[in-house]
């Protein structure tokens, strides 16, 4: 159960304990990659308690914690959901207005993958020629110059003779966040001329996407990418792999440095562009907004998160006993673990 000492603090907030019955309704922001998981749990809940079904929106990792660090109360969020950890700086901005206990339950893992039309080339990519595909500027004897690589074949000889079109997050975006460190970086790091860069200016270097049209910020709708993909075969999406594992029968994944995004892959480490998954719980509304330690019960049963849970059949990556366990008592008990 909630430490006594939590609750006493969360009825003690100024106007929210005598306001608390405005709301009755559990509510969810965050990362579009964790908002299919959420919202099945949610409608599990739903059926099988007598509270209302929780209201998840999808809003993207950075904006849902935006929202969620914006105070205490009925008009603040319970939960967020995102697809990478909190930053140091949301951690500031939480406690500047309140929000002080935050749980951080991890709920698995997903793969980040490049998706094209079934009906188009498939495509091997390694991190490096996505970097050369993707970012502003590349280095090209001693200089740093606007990225002249219209087609793939551009790059390498061997990939398909077809404009480089990449549909995918904004900056607001965890699966964004997540995308520019496992592949931008990390493909950035192979080039000498870019390794050898530091601090501010290897970030820059690293991470701006180019604006020309090869890569287009297409919001937060994974399923919207999914659908242009149909629409143009000479496109490729980005986001996270439960949405590939949905649609199947219409889009393929690239392989990454020789891996292809499967479930067996990402669960076992060899796909290189897999990232956990996280819940943030605001502990100051638990007990005071209704089904919160309920819907958290549901949400780390083994029925839902477990092996053959209802969630792996999303696409979610389970986590192992041991970390279900850990994070099922630190929720459940409400335990400040961001702020230790």
């Not at 002249?148 to 904004?170: F, H, Q, R, T, Y």
């Not at 192979?190 to 996407?209: N, V, Y």
């Not at 499967?262 to 005071?288: C, D, Q």
Request: glycine share 10%.
């Amino acid at each position: 159960m909630i430490k006594k000492s939590i609750l006493l603090a969360a009825v003690a907030t100024v106007g929210f304990a005598g306001v608390a019955e405005a709301r009755d309704q559990i509510r969810i922001v965050g990362s579009s990659t964790v908002y299919p998981f959420t919202t099945v749990v949610a409608e599990n809940f739903g059926k099988k308690t007598g509270h209302p079904t929780p209201v998840v929106e999808s809003t993207g990792s950075g904006g849902g914690l935006k929202l969620f660090c914006a105070g205490l109360g009925v008009e603040h969020p319970d939960f967020t959901n995102a697809s990478r950890a909190i930053k140091s700086s949301e951690i500031e901005t939480c406690a500047s207005n309140g929000v002080e206990a935050i749980t951080e339950m991890q709920v698995g893992y997903d793969g980040i993958v490049m998706a094209n039309a079934k009906n188009a080339p498939a495509l091997e990519l390694t991190k490096q020629q996505v970097y050369l595909a993707l970012a502003k500027d590349i280095p090209q004897d001693g200089e740093w110059v606007p990225n002249p690589n219209m087609n793939w074949s551009d790059i390498d000889p061997s990939l398909p003779d077809a404009k480089i079109e990449v549909l995918g997050p904004p900056p607001t975006s965890g699966t964004r966040d997540a995308f520019g460190e496992l592949v931008m970086e990390a493909g950035c790091e192979e080039i000498e001329a870019c390794a050898a860069l530091d601090g501010d200016e290897f970030d820059a270097r690293a991470m701006t996407m180019r604006e020309d049209g090869g890569f287009v910020e297409a919001g937060e709708n994974d399923n919207l990418i999914v659908q242009k993909l149909e629409a143009n075969p000479a496109a490729v999406g980005i986001f996270g792999f439960s949405f590939l594992d949905q649609n199947r029968d219409k889009i393929q994944g690239a392989t990454i440095d020789g891996a292809a995004p499967t479930f067996e892959n990402i669960a076992s480490g060899s796909y290189p562009v897999s990232r956990p998954l996280f819940v943030y719980v605001k502990v100051a509304h638990m007990g005071v907004i209704p089904g919160m330690e309920e819907f958290l019960e549901e949400y780390t049963s083994d029925a839902a998160w477990g092996p053959e849970g209802y969630l792996i059949d999303k696409g979610l990556i389970p986590m192992d006993e041991g970390m279900r366990e850990k994070m099922r008592e630190a929720a459940l008990n409400g335990v400040d673990n961001v702020n230790m």
